[in-house]
C-alpha cells in the first residue's frame, strides 16, 4: 500500500533514484535504436499517432531531442530557433527538429540517432545536482486539460527526457508491424515511475492492476475503485493518446 500524496506546487522533481533515471535513460535509446534499425523500409512514410508527423518526421523529432540532450551549444541553438519562430514554446521546439532533419534517409536518420544517443545519456548523467535541483524559466505543459506547471531540469532531464523517446518508441512499434520490446526492469520500472505520479495528481485511493510484462499492482489509500487494463494502455491514455474517464482522465506529461 502506498501513501496517498497531492500533486506538489512547488516546481515538481524527479522521483526516480538518480542511478535509476539514467540507467533507464541509456537503455531506452539503445531500444529506440533497435525499432529504428528494425522498421521496414515502407514504414519510414506510414503515419503514427502523433498525427501531425508520419515516421521519418517522428523519427527527425526524436534525433533532434537527442542532439539537445547531447549539446549545451546545440540545446541553446534550438532554444533560440524555437523563440523566434513563436507561438507555444514545444511546438515551435518540435517543428524545428523536423525540418531540420527532414531532407536526411531513413537510414540517415538512423545512423545518425545511433552516434548522438550515447552522447545524450552521457551528457544527462554529467548535468549537476544544483543544475537539477533549479526551477526552468516558464511553466510547462502536461496535457490538453490541464494547466501547465512548474518544473525543476532534473524532472525533465531524468523523467520527461526518457519518457518521451518511450512513448515514441510505442508509435514507432505500431506503425512499423513490430513487437514492443517490453521488460520489468525497464519498462516495469518506467510505467510504475508514471502510475505513481498518477495517483499523486488525482489524489484518490484506488488500486491500479497493470498486465502484460511492464505490468504489476499498486494501491493508493483505500476504499476505491480498482482499474485493471495494459500498462502500455494505461500510458498512452494518460498521455493524450487514448480516451480515459474517471481517474484515467488525469494526464501525466511525457
Known sequence: MTALTLAPTAPRRSALDRDVAMRLAAEEYQRVIRVLRALPEEAWARPTDCTAWDVRQLVAHLLGMAEMAASLPEQLRQMRAAKRAGGLFIDALTAHQVAKHQRRTPQQLTERYAAVAPKAAKARRRT????????????????????????????????????????????????????????????????????????????????????????????????????????????????????GEGLLATEVPF
Not at 521488460?183 to 510504475?192: E, I, K, R, S
Open 128 to 243: 549537476p545536482g544544483f543544475v537539477r535541483s533549479r526551477a526552468m524559466g516558464d511553466p510547462q505543459p502536461v496535457g490538453a486539460n490541464t494547466p501547465p506547471e512548474a518544473w525543476t531540469f532534473g524532472y525533465l532531464i531524468d523523467v520527461i527526457l526518457t519518457r518521451d523517446p518511450w512513448m515514441h518508441r510505442t508509435e514507432l512499434v505500431a506503425a512499423g508491424g513490430l513487437e514492443m520490446e517490453l521488460t520489468p526492469q525497464h519498462d516495469g520500472v518506467l510505467v510504475a515511475d508514471i502510475a505513481e505520479e498518477w495517483a499523486g495528481r488525482h489524489g484518490q485511493p484506488c488500486t491500479l492492476v497493470l498486465t502484460g510484462p511492464a505490468g504489476g499492482q499498486l494501491s493508493w489509500g483505500t476504499g476505491g475503485p480498482t482499474l485493471e487494463l495494459d500498462a502500455v494502455e494505461f500510458c498512452r491514455i494518460l498521455s493524450g493518446r487514448g480516451q
